[in-house]
């Protein structure tokens, strides 16, 4: 069965700090990969898609993917109490399909 | 703005009544979806289509009947609803290919059931 594992938290950090949200996946085929940030609700909005191994940047946001170890992270600098929200990370599993698979979720609090 | 619209944006509705769900995309995708979002639950894939025709039913109820006239509207039909089917129902549009298959999401239906 394929799978998108994230820790479902809270995570808590103060303002200011850097906020690291983790996700791994099962499937080694997996091609696409995305970070979607949902505030209670409301719709989740995309924050980032990454394809390639590395790291990929956008402004306070930087994903990382490693293939090889089958994980992706979402890092926050400077962590602002409005980036308090829940961040899904979704996979696309490849083989053809672009149907993306979304792991639970990770519940984020950033406190003043 | 994401580029897809959803209405209505609430709606309650009695376990005898018929209502659908409209979802509208001003993207140029070529693939539409239909969410579940219940509260403290993760999102449940319940329909996908592409270029109009139905490639995914997750085993969702009778109760719910898609329908997508053409690549830019979908609808979800509702008829006979349980209570436990209250919940947030999002759609969602992407482009499907290698890398350009993000998915973009409506701002959501908050369904209730009573």
């Known amino acids: 069965q394929k799978e998108v594992e994230q820790n479902s938290g809270p995570l808590s950090v103060p303002e200011g700090a850097i906020a690291s949200l983790n996700c791994t996946y099962s499937?080694?085929?997996?091609?696409?990969f995305f970070w979607y940030r949902q505030y209670s609700g409301k719709s989740p909005e995309l924050i980032m898609s990454?394809?390639?191994?590395g790291d990929k940047e956008d402004g306070r946001f930087t994903a990382q993917l490693n293939k090889a170890s089958q994980y992706v992270s979402l890092l926050i600098r400077d962590s602002q109490p409005s980036d308090s929200a829940t961040y899904l990370c979704?996979?696309?599993?490849?083989?053809?399909?672009?149907?993306?698979?979304f792991g639970r979720g990770t519940s984020l609090i950033v406190h003043p | 703005e994401t580029g897809v619209t959803q209405t209505p944006r609430h709606l309650v509705m009695g376990m005898t009544n018929k209502k659908s769900l409209k979802c509208e995309q001003h993207?140029?995708?070529?693939?539409m979806y239909w969410y579940k979002q219940s509260a403290k639950k993760p999102l449940e894939l319940m329909f996908v289509?592409?270029?109009?025709?139905?490639?995914e039913n997750n085993s969702v109820p009778s109760r719910f009947s898609p329908e997508c006239p053409n690549s830019s509207h979908l609808f979800l039909h509702l008829h006979t609803l349980q209570p436990e089917d209250s919940a947030l129902y999002l759609c969602?549009?992407?482009?499907?290919?290698?890398?350009?298959?993000?998915?973009?999401f409506g701002p959501g239906t908050r369904l209730t059931v009573l």
């Open positions: 993207l140029g995708h070529n693939a």
């Open positions: 289509y592409s270029l109009e025709e139905r490639v």
């Open positions: 990454i394809y390639s191994n």
């Open positions: 499937d080694r085929g997996s091609q696409s």
């Open positions: 969602a549009s992407s482009q499907l290919g290698p890398a350009t298959d993000t998915q973009y």
């Open positions: 979704a996979v696309n599993m490849g083989g053809g399909s672009y149907i993306p698979t």
